[in-house]
């Protein structure tokens, strides 16, 4: 009697031209859709949330470890701390892969900005000086988002990213005129101070005592956008020289060889004393943090909304064996009649809904790899209608749609379609198997 009510749930489920048939492949279909968007999206927030992390430790320094400025050098507080000395014992570590140092503000603290000429056109963008060393890790790893060109930044050189180049004309070989934004936005400030109505010698000689500091530089590389960031790249004596820092720096990036525990890797040495007092730092996962927890919190509250697809799913299916059970009322008068216990007659209806729930997460499972397996074709087709990319690259710098399929992921999805269709299911079975035989037959006859 233990495979009883397999067997009559797979009589049941019998293809019949009624509309019972219609309402279980309904319901089946709800299963599917609710399994295939599920597994779709959120392989893709997961492959997002992969890639968007692996970019990041792709061109990002894995720590940077500046002075704290006021701090250092004032009566009764820290002692000047010789950044190259600094440099060398933080190389020596064995967490530690390399340590550069970095030129990425001005000497009060601003972002280090350039202003860079081609042919009368200006453009601003944000650069970092450092030096091309052979044990430079970062250099490294930048070189493998080269576009055209080669890494060098041993002469006077600047290199961009392909979309900024592209929007001053600029051309692997070209040379550059790079103004310093300080002095830029002086020139500006003195312009403005000059009275328009004034004599034009006056304002003229008033004009040759602002002067801008200007170098060229020869564009010798363009790095991809989408993979290292819209910033740009001089020699550390250039931007030295333009960030007013003499020969001091704004900090040392670090590598690390295990970049996922950075924080807990300089957190370690920060207590220890090998970073002075005067000195802090900041890991890639503080800098992006804000935008990793934004791709957590929206898949999380992905993963709840989707979740009311299968509630629906299973809503369908308690329908199904609500019809089930009103059908084959008579039938269950009998069974009852003969002997079969109430858990046996739950069993027959319960284990119908996990047949109902078995093929439709087959089918969405199916489903869902299908269309991740599509869905940069999908995205090219419904932009050419629409007009509208539905995964812009200015926002989430990849160039096609990620998809990273987690197996607990998928555990958890086919777990809980089916966990809900044998749960709505049950409700309908526990009165169904209540019935009173003498009443159930007479209504069924």
């Excluded at 310093?180 to 403005?192: E, G």
């Excluded at 990620?402 to 966990?419: G, Q």
Aim: contains cysteine; neutral net charge; aromatic residues 8%.
């Amino acid at each position: 009697m233990t495979s009883a009510p397999l067997f009559l749930a797979l009589r049941y489920l019998r293809p019949t031209r009624s509309f019972i048939s219609v309402i279980t492949v309904i319901s089946m279909l709800g299963v599917m859709l609710g399994v295939g968007v599920l597994v779709f999206v959120m392989s893709v927030f997961s492959g997002w949330q992969r890639e968007y992390r692996q970019m990041l430790i792709g061109f990002e320094p894995h720590a940077m470890v500046e002075p704290l400025g006021a701090m250092e050098g004032e009566p009764g507080g820290p002692k000047p701390v010789d950044w190259r000395e600094l440099r060398k014992n933080l190389a020596l570590r064995p967490e530690i892969v390399s340590a550069v140092p970095v030129a990425e503000k001005t000497r009060d603290g601003r972002p280090g900005i350039l202003v860079v000429e081609n042919s009368g056109n200006l453009q601003g963008v944000s650069v970092i000086g450092m030096a091309d060393d052979k044990d430079n890790a970062l250099l490294q790893k930048l070189k493998k988002h080269i576009k055209e060109g080669q890494f060098d930044l041993q002469n006077d050189t600047i290199i961009l990213s392909d979309k900024f180049a592209k929007e001053l004309g600029a051309k692997i070989g070209d040379t550059l005129v790079v103004h310093a934004a300080d002095s830029v936005n002086h020139f500006i400030q003195k312009y403005r101070e000059i009275p328009e109505d004034g004599d034009k010698k006056k304002r003229a000689e008033a004009l040759d005592n602002v002067t801008i500091l200007s170098k060229d530089l020869i564009l010798v590389a363009t790095l991809r956008e989408d993979t290292a960031g819209k910033r740009g790249y001089v020699p550390l004596h250039v931007a030295q020289e333009f960030f007013n820092l003499d020969s001091d720096i704004s900090g040392i990036e670090l590598e690390l060889k295990d970049p996922d525990n950075a924080e807990r890797v300089m957190d370690t040495m920060y207590r220890s004393g090998a970073l002075p007092e005067s000195w802090g730092y900041r890991t890639w996962e503080q800098q992006h943090g804000m935008m990793l927890e934004s791709v957590e919190n929206q898949r999380t509250m992905m993963w709840f909304l989707l979740l009311f697809i299968m509630l629906v799913a299973a809503i369908c299916v308690m329908n199904t064996t609500i019809t089930v059970t009103v059908k084959k009322r008579r039938e269950i008068g009998i069974l009852t009649a003969l002997g079969t216990r109430a858990w046996q007659i739950i069993a027959i209806f319960v284990s119908q809904a996990g047949i109902v729930a078995l093929f439709g997460v087959v089918a969405g499972l199916a489903g869902g790899f299908f269309v991740l397996g599509i869905r940069n074709w999908l995205r090219d087709q419904i932009a050419s209608l629409t007009g509208r990319d539905i995964f812009p690259q200015d926002i989430y710098f990849l160039s096609s749609i990620p998809a990273y399929t987690n197996l607990s992921d998928l555990l958890t999805i086919c777990t809980t379609a089916v966990a809900l269709c044998l749960m709505a299911a049950l409700v309908p079975s526990w009165f169904a198997a209540r019935v009173d035989p003498a009443v159930a037959l007479r209504d069924g006859g």
